[in-house]
Nanobody
Framework: QVQLVESGGGLVQPGGSLRLSCAASGRISMIHAMGWYRQAPGKERELVAITITSGGSTNYADSVKGRFTISRDNAKNTVYLQMNSLKPDDTAVYYC???????????WGQGTQVTVSS
């Protein structure tokens, strides 16, 4: 069993910054990918950013390119999302996602609210 604990959400003004963290614990075998998704009210959950273990590549949603940066600390099984120049459209619940194990099982965090408003 793998547990994901997220932190760092909150209320921020437009143009501000937040840093989300997600620590994975438990019986963790090979982690294949770590990433962040978000879901705004009335919308489907969408990929924000992901980092792939093999090769170290990262991918971002077009809407956050140049503003958000995903990083990870493999020793701590932790993934971060640095969010700069936040916009009201970034308001959503942000979910950590980890793909791990031989059968590529997907794990989700509980979600953390990010609200961008003046």
């Amino acid at each position: 069993q793998v547990q994901l604990v997220e932190s760092g959400g909150g209320l921020v003004q437009p143009g501000g910054s937040l840093r989300l963290s997600c620590a994975a614990s438990g019986r963790i075998s090979m982690i294949h990918a770590m990433g962040w998704y978000r879901q705004a009210p009335g919308k489907e959950r969408e990929l924000v950013a992901i980092t792939i273990t093999s090769g170290g590549s990262t991918n971002y949603a077009d809407s956050v390119k140049g503003r958000f940066t995903i990083s990870r600390d493999n020793a701590k099984n932790t993934v971060y999302l640095q969010m700069n120049s936040l916009k009201p459209d970034d308001t959503a619940v942000y979910y950590c996602n980890v793909v791990a194990g031989g059968i590529l099982r997907t794990y989700w965090g509980q979600g953390t609210q990010v609200t961008v408003s003046s």
